[in-house]
Nanobody
């Protein structure tokens, strides 16, 4: 089992920045890819970004490309999502996820999920 805990969410004005962190504990010896997903009110959860275990492969949704950056520190068992130039449409609960394999954009590729962190962007 792997436990994931997100932090770093909050309220920010449009154009501002936030950095989300996701700390993993438990069976972290497996080489997991990590992903970030988000769910806005009344909408389905959607892919945001993913990173391979080595960090050599990253993937982004078109809506965040050029504004968000995913990274990871395997020594700290932590993955980060740096979010810049935030827009009101980025408002959502952000979830991190862990799964074997590559940096997938598909939810079914991930076995473990965090509880979510609220990000609110005001206009």
């Amino acid at each position: 089992q792997v436990q994931l805990v997100e932090s770093g969410g909050g309220l920010v004005q449009a154009g501002g920045s936030l950095r989300l962190s996701c700390a993993a504990s438990g069976r972290t010896g497996t080489n997991y890819a990590m992903g970030w997903f988000r769910q806005a009110p009344g909408k389905e959860r959607e892919f945001v970004s993913a990173i391979s275990w080595s960090g050599s492969t990253t993937r982004y949704a078109d809506s965040v490309k050029g504004r968000f950056t995913i990274s990871r520190d395997n020594a700290r068992n932590t993955v980060y999502l740096q979010m810049n130039s935030l827009k009101p449409e980025d408002t959502a609960v952000y979830y991190c996820a862990a799964g074997p394999g590559y940096a997938s954009s598909m939810e079914r590729a991930y076995d473990y999920w965090g509880q979510g962190s609220q990000v609110t962007v005001s206009s």
